[in-house]
């Protein structure tokens, strides 16, 4: 017997590129595969997550969006690409074709889960796009990165719940099962509609959809409430991305089809070495917003506490003064209680031209002696245009932190030209996402209350200011506030 | 004998529920020539196949493919196949579906050349959804081949070919056969083991019935067809113990019989007359027939 030619290393890796080639041009040519994967996510965020939320002057809600589209997006291309088209294959004898021939070991999953990836990574970039350029909600460089790789990464466990369908159901149910198990799940999870404004038993399940947890973490990223640590919700969706992925490969391989190649267990092993890597870097903070801790594992109570945020390990603030004023303008000044401030800034530093001023004017609200008022001039210029005046409670301005914690509500009173104004509370360690909250500047004054609790993803004990301004407006603007106070 | 067999299998029995679909079979395939695999529906050639090629395991007896299992990619990085029913993703065209396959193989032919060879030119860049069966059929055997193989599995090649492209099929065929690669042919249709085997192995009910060449299968055959004209009335050979089966077109007779010799001495006895004899040993068709119906009655009779 001749001997056999043996086959090169390179030849094999790119056995194995040019599967994940035609897999990729494959799903870019099948228009019912690719349009509602593609699209659908981009299309619902800038509909309900930009234009509603503009409409409606709500920043936060661009911000919400951002993430659960954004974990949307995630689910489809994995769920479709497995469920579906592996189904299909496999009925329609593809599969054990390529079985028959030397298809390189584990190609076709391989391939399969790299182009559900490669469609992930499209969508995240064109969410991101549309949230910076669009909606305008400020996001750093490191919160895409963490959003793309949670989008990108947590694709991986749609890939297995949808090879698990693949293995079980006919090519013609697939679509429909597939469709039953994403659009539900896709709502449950609170990625079209904030879990908050659910029923108390649908909140209370939300931890069975893997969804959801791809949801809380993608959710803490950009600040917006969330609850649970990162390490939990890795775990949970580690364990449910093996479960399925094992149970289907069994189902599969008494099928006769070997998914794995002739030694699964050796691939197997791989895998558990690739979901440890993923542990490994949930654990070092690559994958959350900071290093994760065994503390924040138990949702309520990190939802509770308003200490959802990461970085506990760092020093807390300085203990916040008892007395729950901050600034009310009575003495004859613009001066706060304590800290630096009030002080009224544009965004020439951020590279802008907005301007900002302010002054003491009588009157205030509620008949008392003071109130402040802000004018200005927001210009185009800077990422994010904003000009108003700031309070820094402790120490240099943004450097020194102040512990709020314990503290239920924060409110102020504010009237003004009739526009938007946004108040913001700068928090945590690290330059995030600020708390931002918008309001309706009025002719007469009103009382604006924040319930801290529903903010629990922002780090009370570590504030490090706050301000009030304009925003996402062009020109002139005006607006007073009186009696600043936390309690 | 195994040692000179590229892909063998050795007292293979497989059960699929109730049903045993292979019964003891063995099989081996020697470098350089076309054995095709011949049996009715239901005989256990698919599962022949798919067990050497390691798509099902089986339940007793063993399998090699070049000296390896045929589950390992090592053995079948020498093979090139070709199935039936398998519908390739319709949005790729030839030219990728060819590049894709090639990529499996350590030293594959150029896709251009598969092309060229294959006269797949004029469809290379056609979303292989919208060719019609005949091109399809074309496509998937430009995939066994473009990896060149040394053994190639062709399950029903040419179904859904016109005489043309059964014809070019056929040229290709026989230039691997030159170029020393083995074939192993499952087909329906007799002449195309007839035109290409070198070797056919006949299977009926699970077990190889007979294997050799296409003329010592037929010489298994006693059978032989003797027709002629003549005054005779139809009803009256019948009778004849030497008569199989009789037909009759527009007094031209056409008998079947065992005894050709005996018949024909009776025939002249009864009618000096006649006349435009031809004598025919029975074709593979016949044979297999024959073969595979006494496999089916032997097993009839040996039921208790």
């Known amino acids: 017997m001749s001997t056999a030619i043996a086959m090169p290393t390179s030849r094999l890796w790119a056995a194995y590129f040019s599967e994940i080639r035609f897999e990729f041009l494959k799903a870019l040519r099948t228009p019912g595969f690719a349009v509602p994967t593609l699209f659908f996510p981009i299309m619902f965020y800038l509909l309900f997550g930009v234009l509603l939320g503009s409409m409606r002057g709500n920043l936060q809600m661009s911000q919400y969006t951002l993430a659960t589209y954004g974990v949307f997006g995630a689910m489809g291309p994995g769920l479709f690409g497995f469920g579906v088209s592996l189904a299909i294959d496999r009925e329609q004898g593809l599969l054990r074709l390529h079985q028959a021939m030397p298809q390189p070991a584990g190609a076709a999953l391989l391939a399969r889960a790299v182009m559900a990836m490669l469609f992930v990574a499209i969508i995240s970039i064109l969410l991101l796009i549309a949230a910076v350029f669009v909606a305008k909600v400020p996001v750093t460089v490191f919160q895409a990165a963490q959003l793309f790789s949670i989008n990108v990464l947590g694709a991986l466990t749609f890939c297995a719940i949808g090879l698990f369908v693949g293995s079980w159901v006919s090519g013609q149910a697939s679509p429909a099962i597939v469709n039953l198990i994403f659009l539900p799940m896709a709502f449950l999870a609170g990625l079209w509609w904030p879990l908050q404004f659910m029923p108390q038993f649908l909140q209370d399940i939300a931890p069975a959809w893997p969804a959801y947890h791809l949801a809380q973490m993608a959710l803490g990223v950009v600040g917006a409430e969330s609850s649970g640590g990162v390490l939990g919700h890795v775990a949970v969706l580690v364990s449910f991305t093996l479960g399925f992925f094992l149970l289907a490969v069994r189902r599969m391989h008494g099928g006769g089809f070997r998914l794995l190649g002739a030694h699964p267990k050796r691939t197997v092993a791989i895998a558990s070495g690739a979901a440890a890597a993923v542990l490994a870097l949930s654990l070092s903070g690559v994958l959350g917003d900071g290093p994760a801790k065994a503390g924040d594992a138990p949702p309520a109570e990190a939802a509770a506490t308003g200490t959802g945020t990461p970085d506990s390990s760092a020093p807390v603030g300085v203990p916040a003064p008892a007395d729950p004023v901050i600034a009310n303008f009575d003495q004859g000044s613009a001066q706060a209680a304590y800290g630096m401030g009030m002080v009224a800034l544009g965004d020439e530093r951020q590279g802008g031209s907005s301007t900002a001023a302010q002054r003491l004017v009588a009157g205030g609200a509620g008949g008392t002696a003071g109130a402040l008022e802000v004018t200005g001039d927001l210009k185009p210029g800077a990422q994010y245009p904003f000009a108003g005046t700031y309070f820094f409670p402790e120490g240099q301005p943004m450097e020194g932190l102040m512990d709020y914690s314990g503290r239920k509500t924060l409110s102020f009173h504010a009237r003004g030209d009739g526009r938007r104004y946004t108040f913001m509370v700068f928090t945590g360690t690290t330059m995030g996402i600020p708390l931002m909250y918008n309001f309706q500047a009025g002719p007469e004054w009103r009382k604006y209350e924040l319930n801290l609790a529903d903010f629990s993803a922002h780090d009370f004990k570590r504030v490090r200011g706050m301000a009030f301004g304009a925003m996402g407006m062009d020109g002139p603007f005006q607006f007073q506030i009186d009696d600043l106070r936390i309690e | ?304």
């Open chain 2, 1 to 304: 004998m195994s040692t000179h067999a590229l892909a063998s299998l050795n007292g293979i029995r497989k059960r699929f529920g109730g049903i045993a679909a292979l019964d003891g079979f063995d099989l081996a395939v020697k470098r350089g020539e076309l054995l095709a695999l011949l049996g009715p529906n239901g005989a256990g050639k698919s599962t022949a196949i798919s067990i050497l090629l390691g798509l099902h395991a089986p339940d007793a007896g063993s399998a090699q493919l070049f000296g390896h299992a045929p589950q390992e990619i090592a053995g079948r990085r020498r093979i090139g196949v070709m199935m039936q029913e398998v519908a390739l993703p319709g949005v790729l065209r030839p030219r990728e579906l060819i590049a894709q396959a090639a990529a499996y193989y350590p030293t594959p032919y150029d896709v251009d050349a598969v092309i060229a060879r294959l006269q797949l030119r004029e469809v290379a860049n056609r979303p292989y959804g919208k060719l019609s069966g005949g091109q399809k059929r074309q496509v998937q055997f430009a995939l066994a081949i473009c990896g060149r193989p040394e053994l190639l599995f062709l399950d029903e090649p040419t179904v859904g070919m016109d005489v043309q492209a059964r014809e070019a099929l056929w040229k290709v065929i026989r230039e691997l056969l030159h170029e020393s690669c083995s074939i192993v042919l499952t087909t329906h249709y007799l002449e195309e083991a007839e035109a290409l085997a070198d070797r056919v192995a006949v299977m009926a009910r699970g077990r190889l019935v007979t294997t050799g060449t296409v003329e010592e299968i037929r010489a298994h055959v006693s059978r032989k067809q003797v027709s002629f004209s003549s005054t005779l009335s139809a009803e009256f050979m019948r009778g004849w113990p030497e008569v199989m089966t009789l037909e009759n077109e527009r007094g031209r007779m056409q008998i079947t019989t065992r005894s050709a010799e005996a018949l024909l001495i009776k025939l002249f006895r009864e009618d000096p007359a006649l006349a435009d004899i031809e004598v025919r040993r029975a074709g593979l068709a016949e044979a297999f027939n024959e073969l595979t119906t006494q496999v089916a009655s032997e097993k009839e009779e040996a039921r208790p």
